[in-house]
């Protein structure tokens, strides 16, 4: 168990609808990453929070988004949800803003109908 | 950006061998972890191996920065270990900030 905790662990849903993920770190962790694994792009990081402020943007669509709340926790907004958005979502945490050792949470697998 | 790249893609072994996982990068890295996804899709970290060597039981790693690698070593193998090994590695600086890169994994199977 790294730590990392997810919710939901599975969602599926239609195409055009919208969904939130949670992602809570590690205690004391202070940075939270996301990262999107599909079959055909593999894993692949979208984007990373440091105490409530984004740190750095990776391959983010525009219909995603994200925020890190006061007490740390996190979650990702994935709307006008299309068939190639199915797959499986990750949370990873780490202490300092860059550099350190990452930890995964058990991710959300999410399938668009 | 940099580029990560993993042998073999796949890997079919029989319980008890030994094995040897590349990851090559493109670049200098300043953080390098190794990772396994076990079959029910969790990712475990397994080493944060940025240069040097460092084992941990059955598993050792060894990451050659000035060369732009690093090996995974798994003895003794067992059917515990399949699954999906992958590299990442993280680059300070520029748009690359925070930013871990995966390789496209090794696929084991160990068969009993």
């Known amino acids: 168990d790294s730590g990392v905790t997810q919710t939901p662990k599975h969602l599926i849903t239609a195409t055009g609808q919208r969904v939130t993920l949670r992602c809570s770190p590690r205690s004391g962790d202070l940075s939270v990453y996301w990262y999107q694994q599909s079959l055909d792009q593999g894993l692949q990081f979208l984007i990373q929070?440091?105490?409530?402020?984004?740190?750095a943007k990776g391959n983010i669509l525009e219909r995603f988004s994200a925020q890190q709340f006061p007490d740390l926790h996190s979650e990702l907004n994935l709307s006008s949800l299309e068939l190639g958005d199915s797959a499986l979502y990750f949370c990873?945490?780490?202490?300092?803003?860059?550099?350190?050792?990452?930890?995964f949470g058990p991710g959300t697998r999410l399938t668009v109908l | 950006g940099i580029q990560v790249e993993q042998s073999p893609p796949d890997l079919i072994l029989q319980e008890g061998a030994n094995s040897t996982l590349r990851c090559n990068f493109s670049?200098?890295?300043?953080?390098l972890q190794w990772f396994h996804q076990n079959p029910w899709g969790q990712l475990i970290n397994l080493f944060y191996?940025?240069?040097g060597t460092k084992q941990n039981g059955r598993l050792s790693a060894t990451t050659v920065a000035t060369e732009r690698y690093s090996l995974l070593y798994i003895s003794s193998s067992q059917t515990t270990d399949s699954g999906v090994y992958f590299c990442a590695v993280w680059r300070a600086g520029g748009t690359s900030y925070g930013k871990l890169t995966f390789g496209q994994g090794t696929i084991l199977t160990v068969h009993p």
């Open positions: 929070y440091y105490n409530g402020e984004e740190r």
């Open positions: 191996i940025p240069s």
């Open positions: 990873a945490s780490s202490v300092p803003q860059t550099g350190d050792t990452q930890y």
């Open positions: 670049d200098s890295v300043n953080n």
